[in-house]
T-cell receptor, first 114, second 113 residues
Framework: DGGITQSPKYLFRKEGQNVTLSCEQN?????MYWYRQDPGQGLRLIYY???????QKGDIAEGYSVSREKKESFPLTVTSAQKNPTAFYLC?????????????FGPGTRLTVT | GIQVEQSPPDLILQEGANSTLRCNFS?????LQWFHQNPWGQLINLFY???GTKQNGRLSATTVATERYSLLYISSSQTTDSGVYFC???????????????FGAGTQVVVTP
């Protein structure tokens, strides 16, 4: 099955702890993205990567970090510096270097920090 | 950055009704997609439509790039059409914001039996 997997589906953490969200794709896509969604709102871009070993900040990168060591994987770390980390996090990928670059989304991870 | 506005914010439909959702954007775009977010949060691709018209079953979409808007039509709505509909745009490879997709705030659709 080709697709994007995110794990875990639900994640609970104590305030002050860093937490890493996993995103893996087997679509052979070059580009990967992380979004944050708050209740009743749209998606906001955190980080994106068009190619391995390179990534750019999105609109709300503060308090987050990423790495792109492999084409298939784009993990997101929510650091203790992120003031309001509780949210729904969505990962996406696209064939960013080709003609039509549609984004496809994973099922998301709901993070709750107390 | 590019601004994306969707209207209406909320829509309540009786099963069988037709509706039109609108997406306006503030600059030229090279990529426009429509998504449906189901009640479990999954975003489902509906259309990749930077210009022109496409149809897929009861859904169709039209983008008029020169006038900077796109429309999503739902015909003969069903309860399974409930959810949030988002449009997302990207300005394209010739810009320094390539890949920096901007989403609208969405239209919440409720279809009642």
């Amino acid at each position: 099955d080709g697709g994007i997997t995110q794990s875990p589906k639900y994640l609970f953490r104590k305030e002050g702890q860093n937490v890493t969200l996993s995103c893996e794709q087997n679509l052979n896509h070059d580009a990967m993205y992380w979004y944050r969604q708050d209740p009743g709102q749209g998606l906001r871009l955190i980080y994106y990567s068009q190619i391995v070993n390179d990534f750019q900040k999105g609109d709300i990168a503060e308090g987050y970090s990423v790495s792109r060591e492999k084409k298939e994987s784009f993990p997101l770390t929510v650091t203790s510096a992120q003031k309001n980390p509780t949210a729904f996090y969505l990962c996406a990928s696209s064939n960013g270097l080709a003609g039509a670059y549609e984004q496809y989304f994973g099922p998301g991870t709901r993070l709750t920090v107390t | 950055g590019i601004q994306v506005e969707q209207s209406p914010p909320d829509l309540i439909l009786q099963e069988g009704a037709n509706s039109t959702l609108r997406c306006n954007f503030s600059d030229s775009v090279n990529n426009l997609q429509w998504f449906h977010q189901n009640p479990w949060g999954q975003l489902i691709n509906l259309f990749y439509i930077p210009s022109g018209t496409k149809q897929n079953g009861r859904l169709s979409a039209t983008t008029v790039a020169t006038e900077r808007y796109s429309l999503l039509y739902i015909s003969s709505s069903q309860t399974t059409d409930s959810g949030v509909y988002f449009c997302a745009v990207d300005r394209g490879r010739t810009t320094d914001s390539w890949g920096k997709f901007q989403f609208g705030a969405g239209t919440q659709v409720v279809v009642t039996p």
